[in-house]
């Protein structure tokens, strides 16, 4: 599976942006596909993901309320709409992809990455 994620940019805290996860070459049926990122300096993070077969999601905690994950099943595609944006969230954010039908938020879990999006949000 290959994933193409975009959407980054720069956006003032409070303001909203939503990041795209395109699968190439398989649609995402019978895998998990999460929400990823890295903040300089600091580790990989789980953010969300979703199960493509079973619909099951989860969050971090510093998502829950303000992100939200979902999927276009013809465009085989994930979105993670993020509202209420705020400095902190400022990372490259990664989707990934692992085969399964139960959400994992360990990113060793997971086989397939996409390049990156960079979301900066500004004070």
């Known amino acids: 599976v290959q994933l193409q994620a975009s959407g980054g940019g720069l956006v003032q805290a409070g303001g909203s942006l939503r990041l795209s996860c395109a699968a190439s070459?398989?649609?995402?049926?019978?895998?998990?596909v999460a929400w990823f990122r890295q903040a300089p300096g600091k580790d990989r993070e789980f953010v969300a993901a979703?199960?493509?077969?079973?619909?099951?999601?989860g969050y971090a905690d510093s998502a829950k309320g303000r992100f939200t994950i979902s999927r276009d099943n013809a465009k085989s595609t994930v979105y993670l709409q993020m509202n209420s944006l705020k400095p902190e969230d400022t990372a490259v954010y990664y989707c990934a992809a692992a085969s399964g039908f139960v959400v994992v938020i360990t990113h060793r879990e997971y086989n397939y990455w996409g390049q990156g999006t960079l979301v900066t949000v500004s004070s």
């Open positions: 979703i199960s493509w077969s079973t619909g099951s999601i």
């Open positions: 070459g398989h649609t995402f049926s019978g895998y998990v």
